[in-house]
């Protein structure tokens, strides 16, 4: 019996699918219309860090590459908030301390998974190579490589081609895409912090970095090497954004108004907003993720999120434990196998998807409230002292555990109307109004 599987995409979610699969003893090909990107500077310009918390950590651990992982991955023990030039506000992650977060740049963690899947025999990559169809009549993938068409067989064909998937497309009878795109009208620009501006910028290490403001959103995740990447949020169009901002003087005058902290990082900011690319924001809903029985999509391919929730790359690798989990009830019954998968899955990546624009809202807006700080520390500080009894925030809940997204809703949600119902947010708005006053005639 054919037991190749072609995958394909050798992005995240194809070197974690290929792993799964080849534990599992089937022949894995894996197709990638890219260049290797192990060979390409992983601070190009095209990509930002991930953060991996132990849900992300704990799927890694499973199919046994987590080691492998942790070697490019560094620990960030807490966040600093800088909202002026003089007022910086540190929180940890965990009151205890534990190592409960980890940051890795895309590009690094791409190139890691790739390394690992070259350990396994039956696993063959090959790059520069694009799909161009895919039929499941006579069960082959067609694809192109220096300008010249060929066909492969396979016993089955997983999608992880990204949001813009071609296997998706061959999904419909039509072929024609009819998963619903939603862009966010803000983009990001990367912006490399060396290791000689940290020191000089006296910025925290093993910590992230964010610089909330009214129309903006600065994030820097810590590097091995103590640097940082910086992830420059700002809206697309309109007034302090990408559009507007177009020349030297424009930005340097809007750096030294708004992040009056980060001078020393003008001539890098100056470079990345002209020079590099402005990346998008979309979030993909796909109402199909399989045809029954020969081919399916995962991760961005099906359900594309924005990343404020830090749960983008883990929903990836879920997506394959999920078929894994399957494969070994079905064996090779692919048709039960997807309809099972996308039956577990896409409830709990809808509302991620939900989750992560609210997030961003969050972290852009929200974060500076006095009663949503006094919330989040009042929530994790209850959670410490009666474990049993109090739940953290709903993002520490999700990201941190082992729960279905929905299930964690559902107990985040019931413990919300208790704390109304207790008179512990009206609690908390008293304690927060002050500093509400203050900010409100500053």
């Not at 080691?67 to 560094?74: E, P």
């Not at 391919?301 to 997506?319: K, L, M, N, R, S």
Request: charged share 25%; proline share 4%.
């Amino acid at each position: 019996m054919n037991k190749n599987i072609v995958i394909i995409g050798a992005g995240m979610a194809g070197c974690f699918m290929a792993v799964c699969l080849a534990k599992r003893g089937y022949n894995v090909h894996i197709y990638e219309n890219r260049p290797d990107v192990r060979k390409e500077p992983y601070d190009s310009g095209r990509s930002f860090n991930l953060t991996l918390y132990y849900r992300g950590i704990q799927a890694m651990r499973k199919i046994g590459i987590w080691d492998d992982v942790k070697k490019i991955a560094i620990i960030a023990q807490g966040n600093a908030a800088h909202y002026g030039e003089d007022k910086i506000v540190y929180s940890p992650f965990d009151a205890q301390g534990d190592e409960i977060l980890y940051t890795v740049h895309r590009n690094q963690l791409n190139g890691a998974l790739l390394d690992v899947t070259e350990k396994f025999s039956n696993i063959t990559i090959f790059f520069n190579t694009k799909c161009v169809g895919v039929d499941a009549v006579d069960k082959t993938v067609t694809l192109e490589r220096d300008g010249k068409k060929f066909k492969v067989p396979a016993e089955a064909v997983i999608g992880a081609d990204g949001v813009h998937s071609l296997v998706r497309q061959e999904l419909e009878k039509n072929k024609k895409d009819t998963a619903i795109k939603q862009y966010e009208d803000w983009g990001y620009k990367e912006v490399h912090i060396s290791p000689d501006l940290t020191k000089q910028m006296k910025l925290r290490l093993r910590a992230t970095h964010t610089w909330p403001r009214e129309h903006s959103l600065l994030i820097a995740f810590p590097n091995p090497d103590d640097s940082f990447t910086l992830m420059f949020n700002l809206p697309l169009k309109g007034a302090g954004s990408f559009e507007e901002l177009m020349t030297q003087e424009k930005i340097e005058t809007y750096i030294r108004k708004q992040f009056p902290d980060l001078k020393p990082l003008i001539p890098e900011i100056v470079s990345s907003f002209l020079k590099k690319p402005t990346g998008t924001f979309v979030t993909l809903y796909a109402n199909r993720w399989h045809d029954n029985g020969f081919m399916a999509v995962i991760g961005d391919a099906a359900h594309a999120v924005i990343p404020f929730y830090g749960q983008g790359v883990c929903a990836a690798f879920e997506d394959s434990l999920a078929i894994d989990r399957l494969v070994d009830i079905y064996k090779d019954d692919w048709e039960k196998i997807f309809i099972g998968y996308q039956e577990k899955r896409k409830a709990n990546t809808d509302l991620l998807a939900v989750l992560s624009k609210e997030n961003f809202i969050e972290l852009r807006d929200k974060s500076r409230s006095p009663y949503y700080i006094v919330k989040d520390k009042a929530d994790t500080f209850l959670h410490h002292v009666f474990p049993q009894k109090w739940l953290p925030p709903l993002y520490v809940l999700i990201a941190h555990g082992n729960l279905e997204y929905q299930e964690a809703l559902r107990i985040h949600a019931k413990q919300q109307t208790l704390s109304k119902m207790i008179g512990l947010d009206a609690a908390l708005h008293l304690i927060a109004l002050p500093w509400m006053l203050v900010n409100k005639f500053k």
